[in-house]
């Protein structure tokens, strides 16, 4: 039998201090990305149970919840912005320093959401306020989401790619569980004045997990991609004009695969809100406790998708996602529309299977698309982008078809929609899944 080679000394402790620092880059990343998203959610649970009512008052239901979705969707067309921002600082001055401003960003405008004055105490301004912090939320998060996928992913190795790039993608359904479990709570203890200040403390504990997210962060080093690049001088001058000029296909691909997995995504998880206490008239918390226990089943899925992507490849495992939740949809408003509380639940914690399929693989098949010089900025903002329909849009859509066809039905064929044009966008994205090199990344590319 052959023996393996002996390594040197030299050569084990590089490979030891190469899994030391991916384990903390996917710790950081994944840390952070459920303290940003947990801001994030927080704002669309508080928009479906409590702004309507505080900072609309004088509006009809209907109406009154439009214009609260109206402030939730400006942190959608917020998030380009973050990205054409960060994604140019991500990829001139790093991933680690990024990433620590957008964190920062975040956690403030969400804390300063706690001290907006409602209605009654200074009129449409409160609302003015929210807007803007909505908007500062957005920026935020649009640079986020990619640089807390390439810390993890470029210190992975290409068989372990995807999972590694799925753990900060589990940040999305555990922000989501702590957003809906911090408000059940909040709701909880605070009972009948939940509208008068118990909506307010999630805003306030935003400032705790900010500063958590920020000690672990600083301690990350910066990843071995961008680390090669500032070393052979090959850093991009104007990386966001460049990945334009160079991978637009690939980014106008990555925005319309968006509708697919992020219009479900946000009617199955805030719009649900507004649609089961207005239309059918069902129990608040019962709502949360549905989409609560989806996010916990997300904890799993999410990086099983990642897991399955390596081996699968990416695009099998998304597409496997997104030719489900296309006839999900109808069942899913079937199984609201009932009004059993064991079929709500079901239909809620079922409606994140097939998102967290294409969650799981999205976050290494997006970036492998484009080479590490312009890997933030193209995997910013072609997904951010491909965000202000689906996600700041649909809703908006959606509150409008359930108030006048009364059930969820025309909101499943506009699901429906989306789903056929994001799964045609998927299918022309090349797959890196079950390749050494990412796009760029191979021998004899710079």
């Given at each position: 039998m052959e023996k393996e080679p002996v390594r040197s000394v030299s050569e084990q402790e590089l490979d030891a201090e190469t899994r030391s620092q991916l384990n903390r880059a996917v710790i950081a990343g994944t840390v952070g990305a459920v303290i940003e998203w947990y801001d994030f959610f927080l704002y669309s649970v508080v928009t479906g149970l409590v702004f309507a009512q505080l900072y609309f008052p004088q509006s009809d239901p209907l109406t009154g919840t439009m214009q609260a979705f109206a402030i939730y969707g400006v942190g959608f067309v917020a998030r380009p912005v973050g990205a054409f921002i960060f994604g140019h600082l991500g990829d001139r001055v790093g991933r680690k320093a990024t990433l620590i401003a957008t964190l920062t960003l975040m956690g403030v405008a969400t804390f300063a959401v706690a001290f907006v004055p409602t209605y009654d105490q200074i009129g449409i301004w409160g609302a003015g306020m929210l807007v803007v912090l909505r908007f500062v939320q957005g920026v935020g998060v649009g640079g986020e989401w990619s640089g807390g996928v390439l810390l993890a992913m470029e210190w992975s190795k290409s068989n372990n790619r995807g999972l590694m790039s799925a753990w900060p993608q589990f940040g999305s359904p555990a922000g989501l569980f702590l957003a809906n479990a911090v408000v059940w709570g909040c709701a909880l203890g605070s009972g009948s004045e939940f509208l008068e200040w118990g909506w307010r403390i999630p805003f306030f504990i935003s400032a705790l997990l900010i500063l958590v997210g920020l000690y672990i962060r600083i301690g990350v080093k910066e990843t071995p991609s961008f680390t090669k690049l500032v070393n052979e001088k090959k850093i991009e001058k104007a990386p966001v004009s460049a990945v334009i000029k160079t991978h637009w296909k690939p980014m106008v691909w990555i925005m319309l695969a968006r509708f697919v997995e992020l219009a479900p995504y946000y009617v199955f998880t805030s719009f649900v809100f507004s649609y089961g206490t207005t239309t059918l008239g069902l129990p608040r918390d019962l709502l949360l406790a549905g989409v609560m226990a989806g996010a916990a089943l997300s904890c799993f899925t999410i990086p099983f998708a990642g897991w399955l992507s390596d081996r699968w490849g990416r695009k099998p495992v998304f597409l496997m996602g997104a030719l489900t939740v296309i006839p999900y949809s109808f069942l899913y408003f079937y199984m609201l529309d009932t009004?059993?509380?064991?079929?709500?639940?079901?239909?809620?914690?079922?409606?994140?299977?097939?998102?967290?399929?294409?969650?799981?693989?999205?976050?290494?098949?997006?970036?492998?698309?484009?080479?590490?010089?312009?890997?933030?900025?193209?995997?910013?903002?072609?997904?951010?982008?491909?965000?202000?329909?689906?996600?700041?849009?649909?809703?908006?859509?959606?509150?409008?078809?359930?108030?006048?066809?009364?059930?969820?039905?025309?909101?499943?064929?506009?699901?429906?929609?989306?789903?056929?044009?994001?799964?045609?966008?998927?299918?022309?994205?090349?797959?890196?899944?079950?390749?050494?090199?990412?796009?760029?990344?191979?021998?004899?590319?710079?």
């Open positions: 009004r059993e509380p064991a079929l709500v639940v079901l239909a809620i914690v079922l409606s994140l299977i097939p998102h967290d399929l294409m969650w799981g693989a999205f976050g290494a098949f997006v970036s492998e698309n484009f080479p590490a010089k312009l890997r933030y900025s193209g995997a910013s903002i072609s997904t951010q982008l491909g965000s202000v329909l689906p996600g700041g849009v649909v809703p908006i859509v959606a509150a409008y078809l359930a108030a006048k066809y009364g059930n969820g039905y025309a909101v499943a064929g506009l699901l429906a929609v989306c789903g056929v044009v994001g799964t045609w966008a998927a299918c022309q994205l090349k797959d890196y899944g079950r390749e050494e090199h990412m796009a760029g990344d191979g021998p004899g590319n710079t």
